[in-house]
């Protein structure tokens, strides 16, 4: 059977994070950018090595390990600077990816759900997935959110809000979005339901078969089998 993506996003404080938990409990392969990210700079990694060698020593901490404000601020103020962070640790990132991909295919996921936060900031990202889905809350319960999570003034995080996509225009391209804006109760429901979909989206074999039988008898069910070996 064919293995297929699925693109998960959300914006800061959409509550992203609470529905990947969710559909870990479910049993689904969720694979998480970030986390991927941070791993694939680690001290004797190769991009970490690439790293040091064109943002120099000061970017370290004690440890070795890289000092993530420090980087951030000088990629910030300087867009060529970034780029050249990214060339340094995207083919990383992917490549760590991949070899997460397969390694479910091979333990038999016939899905698995990447948890990526610029997902519909990347467009060729995006269109390698079979479905995207964006975990949404609306503007004003995504202000309320923030403040509260993270004590920030309204000035201050209407700010790290707009320096994002806006959820409206993301949920223009999502496949599937699950509304976050209401209470838990509804929003795990409907993650529920968006699993059950998932699952029923895989087309299985033995559904086929159970149609096939019921529709043409016996010969029905060889004539499924043999197209399944061969297909």
Not at 21 to 44: K, M, T, W
Not at 77 to 88: A, T, V
Not at 104 to 127: C, K, S
Request: aromatic share 6%; proline share 3%; net charge positive.
């Amino acid at each position: 059977g064919t293995m297929f993506l699925v693109g998960l996003s959300g914006g800061i404080a959409s509550g992203k994070s609470a529905v990947v938990a969710v559909l870990r409990e479910l049993g689904c392969a969720v694979l998480d950018a970030d986390v991927i990210a941070r791993q694939v700079v680690q001290p004797h990694s190769k991009a970490h090595q690439q790293i040091l060698q064109h943002f120099g020593t000061e970017i370290l901490l004690e440890n070795g390990e890289i000092n993530r404000e420090a980087l951030g601020s000088i990629i910030f103020s300087q867009p060529e600077k970034r780029r050249l962070l990214n060339s340094i640790t995207h083919p990383e990132i992917l490549k760590e990816m991949l070899k997460q991909i397969l390694k479910y295919f091979v333990l038999g996921y016939r899905y698995v759900i990447l948890d990526i936060p610029l997902l519909f900031e990347t467009r060729g990202l995006a269109r390698l997935m079979k479905y995207t889905v964006l975990v949404y809350c609306d503007p004003p319960t995504q202000l309320a959110r923030l403040m509260k999570r993270s004590g920030l003034g309204v000035a201050e995080a209407e700010a790290r809000i707009s320096s994002q996509l806006p959820l409206e225009e993301k949920r223009r391209w999502a496949t599937h979005v699950i509304d976050n804006s209401g209470d838990w109760e509804s929003t795990r429901r409907q993650v529920l339901q968006l699993h059950t979909r998932l699952e029923d989206s895989l087309d299985f074999l033995w559904a086929r078969l159970v149609v096939g039988t019921a529709v043409a008898g016996l010969g029905g069910l060889v004539f499924l089998l043999i197209r399944h070996f061969i297909s």
